[in-house]
């Protein structure tokens, strides 16, 4: 087992192992269009199952996905040419995209610090739970400045933008929410990377709002924590 941890230490043969399974899962995806076969949820869960069945440790794959990991706070940034293309809207209804993050980023830190308490929590999983609606490099972060479990929170943003890429499309449906702006701001409040990415599918406003939302609503969540956590701790 030593020579397959020291495999999956190496960055080019683990890069290529999850990329290739992304791949994979993408033409998959596209193939059957079953939400459930999301191609994030599936690559998470092959390449779980995969590690276990070799009996590779977590530090090991960790090494080796370094650069996957380091990616994410550039891949974040380069949502901005999207956003270049929209500014003109942008400036247009800026008053109601700041106050629906707002709205956004206070309901997502209360609603989840109301539930985790009631439900027994403790206030380092109420740390952990707290920036859920944030993409991940800012969440851990944050969840890291007040006690919570970076992993753990890094695994429940995931697990929430999974879900809001999937469902998004189909409460906003069902509600009559049909404006781009409104959409956008859903998908990038609620669902952050993956909500975007699902987005971007829809369209190019959509998904311009919704990369400008992850942003606001990193620095929105950061601000707001200490300012409410009086309200449920």
Known sequence: MEEVN????????????????????????????????????????????????????YSSFQQGSYLIDFMLGPSVVALGYGLYEQMELIRRNFVSIITSVFVGSFIGIVSVGFIAVWMGADEVVVATLEPKSVTTPIAVQIAGRFGGIQPITAVV???????????????????????????????????????????????????????????????????LIPLVRWLYL
Request: glycine share 12%; aromatic share 6%; charged share 10%.
């Open 6 to 57: 020291n495999l999956f230490t190496n960055q080019p043969f683990t890069l290529a192992f999850v990329l290739g399974i992304y791949l994979l899962a993408c033409w998959v995806y596209k193939k059957t269009r079953l939400v459930l076969l999301h191609p994030v949820l599936t690559t998470i869960a092959v390449i779980i199952v995969i590690l276990k069945l070799l009996n590779v440790e």
């Open 157 to 223: 943003v995931i697990a929430t933008g999974i879900l809001g890429g999937i469902a998004g499309p189909f409460v906003l449906n069902i509600t009559g929410i049909h404006n781009k702006i409104a959409r956008g701001l859903a998908f990038g409040a609620s669902a952050h990377g993956i909500g975007t990415a699902r987005a971007i599918e829809i369209g190019a406003v959509e998904g311009a709002i919704s990369g400008l939302t992850i942003g606001l609503m990193g620095v929105t969540t950061a601000l």
